[in-house]
């Protein structure tokens, strides 16, 4: 992937991304991979699923996962008072909505801005993410989404 | 006109189009293999139909042309310019005929034998010879006027829509009553509507004239209905959002309109869902008479039982799977069922049975055809696969019998020694194979040869609807389908129906037996729900033999649901089948007993004598036989109860007289010491007056046990539920009279009042050397199983145990060898004389073994029809001595 993003780097183009909270961190989703945000959902639990599946839920009729990245990401779990949001994404031909604490606004990013992730960050963390991109007041961590859903298909290394 | 002709005719009108353009294709590609398979299948198809359906003219034809696919696809014949034309020539013949049909229901009368030598001519490998003008220009011109009337586009697009669609109920009585089913046969009518513009066809004309009904059915689009059907589950949502908004108002002005509203939509639901539901039934209609056909044709005599035709399924499903039914019950027929003679000559009913059988199992519908004949030859089906190429001798010599059966769904693979009308051409089973993983089925297929073969399809739901019970556990809730829900029992805190524990494994009672429990909350590691106590419920269910009951918390309702794939990242879970939104939008999941089964392994018991289990060594569930039983009182807790058969007598002896030798209890008894055992430690022992002692003998030995009362003899049918860890001296519980009871194991006071009893002649003289005799128990009791297997383990014995004589059969079909085989007599399904008849059968592995008959009646006749069945000897049931007696001479003698 290293090489293309040279190349667009290079040629200094503009990328969008839905820029999502969650425990204070600001990550960033490819625009194109969104289907749908929504509000306050129920969410059925799925007993005996790995922790990072909160549950199923229903959106117009179909059944989407819905994924807590917080366990993933070391992060301490919501605390109840804090409201949900839930970004659709859909990925081989399934819908999951990862869960978020709030949903900003729609970035349109130069590529120049947009860095490696370090190799010194958690290595939870860089499986997770593409890259960063380096925002005025705070770096946006670009998430790999289909990387991350896939890794939903191994093991169950934290159970 | 009879349905078959006017199926068949829309099929072929469908196949025929596909036809022409394939073969122009393949003129252009003549090395494409895909497509040579294709056409090839499909003119064999028409071929199998036209012999089922009488068309002798169209049957020579197609199969002719047949022929030279076959060529084509061995790579034996090239595709050339000539060929092709006589091809396309051979169809055109084969189109005009069909049209023939379908003006007159009868075929034209024609002579092909022209055009069948010249199809005959490219197949022995000659040049196409030129047509003589006359006799093909003329049919190829009507053909191709005929043709144009026939181009049934809208056949072609839109699959049919029965009219009994709407009645879920009818398929049975279809063919009874003949006249409100009639519409449903007529899709060929529906063409006028859809596309007005095109010439009616001449059937369709015919048809309707006939039936004035026929335009009651229409063709419509699947996908329409799959778009209709998600709509309609969004407006399900909607309303139901919108009825619970109005329970919150009064008196609002949108009452009576939303009501209104709320019927509609229901009907709308209820219909859209049942235009895509058809029962199998429908698929299989035509099977009875293929088979009869086949039966007439090939001089067999098969019996076709169909079960569960009833079961819904979707229609595309359905659709989808008829044509691979069709396939293997031809197939079962054709190849599987031998002719009367060969039966009779192997021992088996002069009948064949076919026996197709379809039910819903965890979300899935299986069908199973299975056939008493003669199964696969493996031999010959190793041969073939080295031949065509399919595997390396190498490879299989290396391979399983199980492993090489499964050549038979490799492509263009046929064992039959024959090609016959019939089949045999190896278009079969990589066909169904792949039609059926087209749906997201699977197909497995066991045989045993000279047994029978046996095929399960397995196909999912995805779209089919289910009615569930509607349950909660921890405050989740969940889907159980209703079809494996046997009752609803409420569980109380005292009485009839509560919960009750043996070694911490709740059970309860119901009815006659005890029902092992699974709690739902435990098995899904769900929190406890905390609060008030709640009156939790137990949704008794069925998997397969095994009965058991899960316990939930709430039981609401029974919901009609749509049951829809769980996630891909949830497939790992087992204990779900699928998950479905409710009424009222939330997501719930549907749970799969059969996974619940096997979460909690084998409820019933399993049996592990000498430490092994045995695949297909099973837990029994009932045991219908009445065994009298001795009710004794001794100690705290519930009575006890022992086979009455076991007693040998029942004393009071003075308590006076009992006498000290050593630490034990004696009396004189007959002349000898006797020791007495007390039943257990806490029992309280008299001081004065008579002890009731039950005294067990054997051989010259007895034995008596310290019981404080007898209190009744009953005669019941028992159930032994054994318990899984080894509770002193019992051997399991049964209800009996309505109580739960132990039932003690004889064997083990005996082994404590003498600790040689039933070692007392294990000093080796009847063991081969170093290693013990090996002896398969066969009883379908498994009180007996219990009482027998630990006494012949005591004696030196490897004893190993199965419920049945099939159970036996899959063992010696796995190979296992025993030196002697012990077996009942009175069975379910196999009885002792069927089991010893197959056991000494010229083909079993087992035909030397030893085998032993064990039956509690034991008259002359008994014992003359054991002996001519291939029973070694025959020993009373509670006989033990004879039995060890019988044993140790074989040993001895070998």
Known sequence: ?159 | MDDLIQEFLAETTESLNALDSDIVKLEQNPDDKDLIGRIFRLVHTIKGTCGFLGLPRLEAVAHHSENIMGRYRDGSLQVTVDSVSLILEAFDCIKEIVAGIAETEKEPEGDDSDLIARLDAVFEGKDAPSAPKAATSEPKEKAKAEKKEFVPTPEQLFEPVKAEGYSPAAPASEEKTAAPAKPAAKPATAAKPVAPAETAHPAANTATSATPAGESSLRVNVEVLENLMTMVSELVLTRNQLLQILRTQNDSPFTPPLQRLSHVVSDLQEGVMQTRMQPIGNAWSKLTRIIRDISVELGKKINLDMRGSETELDRQVLELIKDPLTHMVRNSGDHGIEPPAERLAAGKPEEGTILLNAFHEGGHIVIEISDDGRGLNTDRIRKKAVEKGVATEEQVKNMTEQQIQQFIFAAGFSTAEKITSVSGRGVGMDVVRTNIEKIGGTIEMKSVEGKGTTFTIKIPLTLAIVSALIVEASGERFAIPQISVQELVRLSKTGENKLEEIHGTPVMRLRDRLLPLVSLTKILKLEEAQGQRINKQVIVVEVGAQTFGIIVDRVFDTEEIVVKPVSPVLKNIRLFSGNTILGDGSVIMILDPNGIANAVGKIADVHKESGKTHEGVRAVSDNERKTSLLIFKAGPGAPRAVPLSLVSRLEDFEVDKIEISGQQKVIQYRGALMPLIPFNDKMILKEKGSQPVLVFSDRDRSMGLMVDSIVDIVEERINVQITSENKFGMLGSAIIHGQAMDVIDVGHFLSIAHNDWFGAKSDGQFQKKGKPMKILLVDDSPFFRNMLSPMLSIAGYDVVSTQSGFDAMDLCNAGEHFDLIISDIEMPGMNGYEFAQRVKSSDSKWRNTPLFALSSHATAQDLDRGKAAGFNDYIAKFDREALLRSIASLGEAA
């Open chain 1, 1 to 159: 992937m290293t090489k293309t993003d040279k190349e667009s780097t290079a040629n200094g183009g503009n990328k969008e991304f839905l820029t999502a909270t969650i425990a204070g961190q600001t990550f960033g989703i490819p625009v194109l991979q969104v289907q749908d945000v929504l509000g306050e959902q129920k969410v059925t639990r799925v007993p005996l699923a790995r922790k990072e599946i909160a549950g199923s839920l229903n959106l117009r009729g179909r059944v989407v996962t819905a994924i807590n990245l917080r366990h993933k990401l070391g992060m301490p779990e919501k605390p109840a008072e804090l409201k949900t949001m839930y970004i659709v994404v859909e990925h081989k031909g399934e819908l999951y909505s990862l869960i978020v604490d709030s949903v900003g606004e729609v970035l349109s990013l130069p590529d120049k801005d947009f860095e490696k992730t370090p190799a010194t960050l958690e290595a939870s963390w860089r499986a997770l993410a593409i890259g960063i991109y380096r925002l005025k007041e705070q770096l946006l961590v670009i998430l790999d989404v289909p990387g991350m859903l896939e890794g939903l298909f191994t093991k169950d290394d934290a159970a």
